[in-house]
């Protein structure tokens, strides 16, 4: 069974300030890791994803994310975050399946 | 954009009447998939087509709970006498290459029910 969990039920920062958004996974076989974003009364945008390679991936509108597999966590980083930033944030995993298995969700709220 | 679209947008049932939600996926997507997402929770597995084969159902709640893509392209999720634990948002992804466990799906913008 694959699982994840965001430890964080919001997460608030000062724009301009650093934002991170933590996530952990849990797979039996190779992980496929997701980050996504939902805005208002609209569906999730796909941010970013890891399948292999370099630990560290970037994704859409400054976003990226590290793996690191000792720890199974994949935590989602802006280095300056906007006040259009805001919203809410899920972290999913897959997998040798097809199917995506989603946090609950961090909401994150960006402050002028 | 040619994105994934939903239809209706919102839709309000009541109890025990049938309801049938509409998704179109991006042109070419071979895999299509439904997840319910309840309020203040992350998105639940329903059910996952390739092409028109139904290959996986096993997220679906109930024998009320009915999906179908028969040509391959438009799915219809249809929920049969409709209870109150069924309000939630509905949502539809789909995805291009067959097999490719690393493709990101992309997602439709919902359809939320509201059953009273």
């Known amino acids: 069974a694959q699982s994840v969990a965001q430890p964080e039920d919001q997460v608030n920062v000062a724009e301009g300030n650093p934002l991170t958004v933590k996530c952990t996974y849990s797979?039996?076989?190779?992980?496929?890791l997701f980050w996504y974003v939902q805005y208002p009364n609209r569906g999730l945008q796909f941010l970013l994803k890891y399948i292999t390679g370099d630990n560290l991936v970037k994704g859409s509108y400054g976003f990226e994310a590290e793996f690191n597999k000792s720890q199974t966590s994949f935590h989602l980083k802006k280095p300056s975050a906007l006040v259009s930033d805001s919203a809410l944030y899920f972290c999913a995993v897959r997998d040798n399946d097809y199917k995506l298995s989603f946090g609950a969700g961090t909401t994150v709220t960006v402050r002028a | 954009g040619a994105g994934v679209s939903q239809s209706p947008r919102y839709k309000v049932a009541k109890r025990g009447q049938d309801v049938a939600l509409r998704c179109d996926p991006i042109?070419?997507?071979?895999?299509l998939f439904w997840y319910q997402q309840a309020l203040g929770q992350g998105p639940e597995f329903l059910t996952y087509f390739q092409n028109e084969a139904q290959l996986d159902k096993s997220g679906l709640p109930s024998d009320r709970f009915f999906a179908e893509r028969p040509e391959g392209s438009v799915s219809t999720l249809k929920i049969q006498r409709t209870q109150q634990e069924d309000s939630a948002v509905y949502l539809c992804a789909s995805s291009g290459r067959q097999g490719a466990h690393g493709n990101e799906q992309f997602f439709g913008p919902g359809t939320r029910l509201t059953v009273l």
């Open positions: 797979v039996s076989g190779n992980p496929y």
């Open positions: 042109s070419g997507h071979v895999s």
